[in-house]
């Protein structure tokens, strides 16, 4: 349901307890607008991270992300929506990983996150969480497994049509390419990667993409 359906349904229940007399949906009407504020806790906190990445170096970490997605995981919870719940562990996940550094923190948010989203059939933030758990298999120089991660996050991704993050994994399979001593096929896939991100106006990810190049 969308924020806008919440926000009706909230007012349809006020007023049927208001001139029927009817105030059995009232609860109901508040577990809804639980999960309004939700989905702006989500987005203020989407903002915040935006905001930490395209900062300059080095980012001082806003106090106030890590809060609005833990807030937002629990009102999602308080209203069983698992998808929203999903999400909201995702990004409390990528606060850890992303931000602070913290791989071992990070990935029971992203493993839970990854079971929700798949149970809720969330192909988007299943393809996330699969994405920064293939991250850390590769940090900890599991190529294998940090490979097969990011290929099923770049397929659910491709499917989803989400075009731009093809590419950004692209570029992490790329880097596992050139530890396995398989540098062509890590430059292929750079090349397929800029072919893509170039159609979508990806321009930060062509920049990763160059700077992948000269490291490869």
């Known amino acids: ?20 007399g009817d105030g059995a949906a009232l609860t109901e009407a508040e577990r809804a607008l639980d999960a309004v504020e939700a989905d702006v806790a989500l987005a203020r906190g989407r903002i915040r991270h935006a905001r930490f990445q395209n900062a300059p170096e080095p980012a001082a970490e806003d106090p106030t992300e890590l ?13 069983g929506d698992s998808r ?9 996940g990528c606060v850890h990983q992303f931000i602070r550094r913290d791989d071992e923190t990070a990935v029971p948010y992203f493993e839970r996150s990854e079971r929700l989203a798949s149970e809720a059939a969330d192909q988007r933030t299943r393809s996330e969480a699969l994405r920064h ?10 190529l294998d497994e940090a490979r ?9 991704r491709r499917a989803a049509g ?6 950004s994994n692209m570029i992490g399979l790329a880097y596992i390419a050139a530890a396995q001593n398989r540098r062509t096929d890590a430059l292929a ?7 893509i991100a170039r ?8 920049r990763h993409i160059e700077q992948a190049r000269t490291r490869i």
């Open 1 to 20: 349901m969308s924020t806008d359906d919440r926000i009706e349904q909230a007012r349809r229940i006020y007023e049927r307890a208001v001139y029927a």
């Open 148 to 156: 097969h991660l990011l290929e099923e996050s770049s397929r659910l």
């Open 199 to 206: 159609e979508c106006d990806a321009h930060a990810i062509l």
């Open 84 to 92: 929203g719940e999903a999400e909201a562990l995702f990004w409390i």
């Open 133 to 142: 758990l293939g991250i850390v298999a590769h940090t900890a120089g599991r």
């Open 162 to 167: 989400a075009l731009p993050g093809v590419a």
């Open 189 to 195: 896939t750079l090349d397929e990667a800029q072919s």
């Open 67 to 79: 809060p609005l997605f833990e807030r937002a995981w629990t009102l999602y919870r308080s209203a």
